[in-house]
């Protein structure tokens, strides 16, 4: 017998680039290879964080991109482009006309749990999305998984090529292990929790860093890339027991998937934005 256990639609043919297969200890990356990278710019036009396109008319990226202001004409979303500031023939600016950030995030807080935040854009982009994966999904630690971004290259140089580094995936527990090594203000609770997941390496070295905030962690499963993170927060960059933390998508599928469907008032239609079933069972 197959009981369907969980259900989720999304939008479009998702995660698989033209291109098959910061950022700290990275390299540059080439048109098309991460089509769902998109940068958030104050109205102004500067970058402040990064996202990943979900669905033609929905960007993921971390709630606490915006301490400044949630007002949606505060921002713009800049899709398509590879080098900052550059605007490339393919590349347009989005206009905001909804955040939402989760309820359960507090700013301010030293351990920002919900850290997760959707943007509707004011019109609908033909951007390949990136593939988020079911609730259920697990992927095993030690998995090489990319982060990509502009961020800082070091901890005070700045990328304006987008960036992409390979690291592989730290279970939270093993994760909040390592923050407790070295660490002067130890009090013996919790710093990596379970809506978290960490990426990097024990000596350091590779790692996303400031300006990367928002941007999407991916694991490639079956010729599909499935974002898995959230880049949140870490301590430096690339420092050694000290890896990337990253909200955890899996957590927040269900709520992505409401809200969308509660705020969505276009459905999609046509061969290039079939809706996508992911459909998880169970063999009794």
Not at 60 to 70: D, E, N, P, V
């Amino acid at each position: 017998i197959i009981k369907t256990l969980f259900c989720i639609t999304l939008s479009t043919v998702c995660g698989n680039p033209k291109i098959a297969g910061k950022i700290v200890g990275g390299q540059n990356t080439q048109k098309g290879q991460w089509p769902w990278q998109v940068s958030l710019r104050i109205s102004a036009g500067l970058h402040i964080c990064g996202g990943s396109l979900i669905h033609p008319s929905w960007v993921l990226t971390a709630a606490h991109c915006f301490r400044s202001s949630q007002r949606p004409s505060y921002y713009r979303v800049m899709l398509g482009e590879l080098k900052l500031y550059t605007s490339p023939p393919n590349s347009s600016f989005a206009s905001v006309r909804r955040i939402i950030i989760h309820p359960s995030y507090q700013s301010g807080t030293n351990i920002p749990t919900g850290d997760i935040a959707l943007i509707q854009l004011g019109s609908p982009s033909q951007i390949m999305p990136v593939c988020l994966p079911a609730p259920q999904t697990h992927f095993v630690s030690g998995t090489l998984c990319w982060v990509t971004g502009w961020g800082k290259t070091k901890e005070r140089v700045v990328s304006l090529t987008l960036q992409g580094v390979q690291v592989p995936l730290i279970d939270a527990k093993t994760c909040d292990a390592q923050y407790h090594i070295n660490n002067p203000t130890d009090s013996g609770r919790p710093l990596v929790l379970d809506d978290m997941i960490c990426a990097g390496y024990e000596q350091g070295q590779k790692d996303a860093c400031q300006g990367d905030s928002g941007g999407p962690l991916v694991c490639k499963d079956n010729n599909t890339w499935f974002q898995v993170g959230v880049v949140s927060w870490g301590e430096g960059c690339a420092r050694p027991h000290r890896p990337g933390v990253y909200t955890r998508v899996q957590n927040y599928t269900d709520w992505i998937q409401t809200t969308i469907a509660n705020f969505a008032s276009v459905v999609p239609s046509g061969p290039t934005s079939a809706t996508l079933l992911l459909t998880l069972v169970l063999l009794i």
